[in-house]
């Protein structure tokens, strides 16, 4: 009988708390609304996110919820929008979204603002796109924070990196698309990204003005384990001579 009674409580706030039937928690219901109004559409004619409204946010076109929760999970703006939607900046209420593992906003444009450091916050998320969405300045070292991230795409925008040691924070990381960016003299590029991310299986590094120098690897005591990455892209760079001897027969 107890256990019924705790049960119908927990029932209780469950329907309480979420709406019936695609509705996600209030709280993160507000934090995609806040969202939405932090963009504007580049198209006057054009309404923006015209599902994002009502209470049934689990269908929000682009969203997606965990269906027994309530919290949402998945925001999905890929490139269908094609920069019809611009925000001076990614809006602090997307860490209001703590279960968020899935966050695609490649479809967007953000105007040439630095990626914010709250990002650093998300930590449960497994997948980041930003490629192509406008955003430029150094990659904050705090989306090193992100321990669960498998998918980093963050290529085709005006982004400077620095420093990759944050990279070998990402223990998880599978792909990663740094395309197009510039590497600037980064000393230790090649044992943070091949030796340090155990779990890299395809890198993309097209465009990003590197040379052999990037790729020296006499500072390492032992050998590169390459043998994770089945994806290698470094086409339009400044190599010369002979590539460097340990990327040989890595190619695709
Ligand atoms: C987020 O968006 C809301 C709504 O447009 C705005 O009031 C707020 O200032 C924005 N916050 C940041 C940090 O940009
Ligand atoms: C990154 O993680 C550290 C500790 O894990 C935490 O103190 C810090 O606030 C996090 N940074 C951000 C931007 O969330
Ligand atoms: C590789 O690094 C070593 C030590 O930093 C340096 O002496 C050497 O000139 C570098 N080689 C190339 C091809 O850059
Ligand atoms: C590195 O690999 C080469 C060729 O496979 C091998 O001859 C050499 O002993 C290895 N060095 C170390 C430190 O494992």
Not at 86 to 114: H, V
Not at 158 to 180: F, P, R
Not at 199 to 218: E, K, P, Q, Y
């Amino acid at each position: 009988m107890g256990k019924l009674w705790v049960g119908g409580i927990f029932l209780f706030f469950i329907f309480a708390t979420t709406n019936l039937c695609s509705g996600c928690l209030e709280h993160d219901r507000r934090a995609l609304l806040q969202f939405k109004s932090s963009l504007a559409s580049s198209d006057s004619t054009a309404r923006r996110l015209p599902s994002w409204t009502g209470n049934k946010c689990c269908r929000w076109k682009g969203v997606s919820c965990n269906d027994a929760t309530g919290y949402v999970t998945r925001i999905d703006l890929g490139s269908d929008l094609l920069g019809s939607l611009e925000g001076n900046e990614l809006n602090s209420s997307l860490a209001e979204l703590t279960r968020l593992t899935y966050l695609d906003l490649s479809g967007l444009y953000f105007r040439s603002s630095p990626i914010p450091k709250f990002v650093g916050s998300m930590t449960q998320l497994r997948f980041l796109n930003l490629c192509s969405a406008g955003v430029s300045g150094a990659i904050p070292h705090e989306i090193g924070n992100l321990s669960s991230l498998c998918v980093l795409d963050l290529s085709d925008m005006d982004l400077v990196v620095d420093d990759v040691t944050w990279l070998s924070s990402l223990l998880a990381l599978e792909h990663l698309d740094l395309s197009g960016l510039s590497v600037g003299e980064v000393g230790n590029f090649d044992k943070v990204l091949l030796y340090m991310i155990p779990s890299l299986r395809s890198l993309r590094l097209s465009g990003c003005d590197l040379s052999n120098s990037h790729f020296n690897r006499t500072h390492l005591d032992s050998n590169i384990t390459v043998s994770t990455i089945q994806t290698l892209d470094l086409s339009r760079n400044s190599f010369q001579g002979n590539f460097p001897l340990f990327l040989q027969g890595k190619m695709t």
